[in-house]
Structures are given as C-alpha cells and as structure tokens.
C-alpha cells in the first residue's frame, strides 16, 4: 500500500486529497480545502507551506502529486498561481517527498477518460471511483483527482518496468 497526497494548488484556495492505493484498489483517506483569508501573497503562501507541512506530519504520505500551471489569460494570476504551486511543493519536498507534476489535461484524462472534462465530471467520478457517499467540493475533488491520476502513473511505470520495458515515464515511452 502507497499513500499519495494530491494537491490543486491556488492562491485563494487549495484542494487536496490523500488516498491509499494497494494494486488497483484505491482507498479515500481524507480530502479538504485550505482557504486562504484576504492579507498578503506571501501570508497565504506561508499559510499553503503550514497548511499542507501540518497534513503530510497528520497522514504521513510518501509521494505527492500536484497540478501543473495551467495557461492563463491574466499573466498575474498564472504567477500567482506558481508562487501557490512552488509553495505546494516545497512543502512536500520539505518533508522529503517525492513530488510529480501533472497537467490539468492528464488529470482529467486519468479520471475521467477525457482530458476535456469539466470540475462536475470530475467530482463525478472522483466520488465514484473512491465510493464516496456525497460529492466533495470542486477543490477538494481535484486535489483527488490528482492523488489518483498519480497513484495510475505509479501502477503504470511498475508494469512497464516489470514487463522489461525501459525508458518509460509517466504514461510515454521516452
């Protein structure tokens, strides 16, 4: 069994989730939201490292999985959303954990089976797959999604790495 914390990294809001997976078996664990209150971009980014330092201390992950920027129209907000992201994963490589980036697209795809769905298909399923008895929040969902979508890249470079095949990383062979 592996325990991976996903994280949706934002400046106003930050989702997470943590699962464990044994095989092809993935267990909900915990998921919320760390909401950050108005104040200074460096306040809530100290507030996203305390935030998600206090989680990985409380559930002991040992991998993290974490969204990738997106493209954004608003240059500000997409380096916010960086500054949000660094934040996210000094945090988790603070705490010695390997840490791996994900697309918006490959998340989607790994969940949902189309890199084209929306945060609804995503709660969707999230709460599907995890057998949940109520759809979490979007944030929190996505944070999920993100746990899952890694601990499949895991499943899926054991195999390969099994089945003697080299080169392979994260869903493509090199």
């Not at 949706?8 to 939201?33: E, F, H, K, L």
């Not at 460096?42 to 490292?49: A, G, K, N, T």
């Not at 954004?72 to 997409?78: M, S, V």
Request: aromatic share 4%; net charge positive; charged share 20%.
């Amino acid at each position: 069994m592996i325990r991976i914390i996903g994280i949706d990294p934002g400046s106003r809001r930050t989702g997470y989730g943590i699962v464990d997976m044994s095989g092809a078996t993935t267990n909900y664990v915990t998921s919320g939201i760390i909401r950050l209150p108005e104040g200074t971009l460096p306040e809530r980014l100290q507030l996203i490292f305390d935030g998600l330092s206090q989680l990985i201390e409380e559930y002991k992950p040992v991998v993290m999985g974490i969204e990738d920027v997106f493209f954004a129209r608003d240059p500000r907000a997409a380096l916010k959303l960086g500054q949000a992201r660094g934040a996210a994963i000094l945090a988790g490589t603070n705490a010695k954990l390997a840490v791996s980036e994900y697309s918006p697209r490959s998340v989607k795809q790994a969940v949902v089976g189309t890199g084209a769905a929306d945060k609804k298909q995503v709660q969707m399923m999230v709460t599907s797959l995890l057998k949940l008895p109520s759809e979490p929040s979007e944030d929190a969902a996505d944070g999920l999604a993100v746990a899952i979508c890694h601990g499949h890249s895991m499943r899926s470079q054991k195999i390969m790495s099994e089945a003697g095949v080299k080169g392979f990383a994260r869903g493509r062979l090199k």
